[in-house]
């Protein structure tokens, strides 16, 4: 594995991440001072599970996924973290353990802070608490959502959830949405607790019935409102 190359620091890169966006000037300088910068190629893991820091991770170019693996092998997906966003914020308040393997989607680029400096933000600044709390709340939204997905719906269910929520993330235009590079079977699957191969099944029924279709390294959800409608079907 390629080891992560350390780069200078970058002022306008932190302006990038959500929660600093309302940060004075010269504590935002101070910040880029005390982070330490990396630079991970695609595939390449940023963080284990058993990794002793607890340090938080800002993601300043790039993309990671955190996911984790059962014993007999089978990985579950959390979420895909973009450019913009943070993790690590979890061990750096209560001082646990990681609860996921990281890993670059692509070329990412990441400045760490230590716990300590990351409490003195929170503590200093109310714009940075309001964020990290909104952060908090909207995490346990999320949660709630998929564990009431996982305890009631069927793996079809899942994998249309699923597709709609990044149907959206991508931008609907007149009921359209364009996935770009499609997700792969795989990725879907641990998404969404299941298997490849039922993944595979769902979508070309999906295809078959002009849900869905293939743009070159795209996937096309063509009718949004309808997958819609499947979805809240199933959720009322």
């Known amino acids: 594995m390629p080891r992560s190359a350390s780069v ?52 300043v170019t790039g993309a990671v996924r955190a996911t984790a693996f059962s014993a007999a092998g089978r990985q579950v997906t959390y979420r895909e973290i973009p450019a913009g966003d943070w993790f690590g914020d979890f061990s750096a308040i209560d001082g646990h353990a990681r609860s996921a393997d990281v890993v670059a989607v692509k ?3 990441v400045a760490t802070m230590s716990p300590t400096v990351f409490r003195r933000l929170v503590h200093e600044h109310p714009a940075v608490c309001d964020h990290m709390l909104l952060r908090l709340v909207t995490s346990v939204r999320e949660l709630t959502e998929r564990i ?15 597709l709609l929520r990044l149907a959206r993330q991508a931008g609907i235009v007149k009921n359209r949405a364009r996935i770009e590079p499609a997700p792969k079977h795989a990725e879907i699957a641990a998404q969404v607790s299941t298997y490849r191969e039922q993944v595979t099944r769902e979508l070309s029924r999906m295809v078959k019935q002009g849900l869905i279709a293939r743009a070159g390294r795209a996937l096309v959800v063509q009718d949004v409102a309808r997958l819609e409608s499947l979805v809240a079907a199933v959720r009322r």
């Open 148 to 162: 009431f997905e996982f305890s009631t719906l069927g793996v079809q269910n899942r994998v249309h959830a699923e």
């Open 8 to 59: 200078e620091p970058s002022l306008l890169g932190l302006r990038q991440i959500r929660f600093l966006r309302d940060l004075p000037e010269p504590a935002l300088e101070q910040l880029a001072r005390d982070c330490r910068w990396r630079r991970y190629s695609a595939a390449q893991q940023v963080i284990s599970r058993d990794a002793p820091d607890r340090d938080v991770y800002l993601i």
């Open 107 to 109: 070329e990412t680029l």
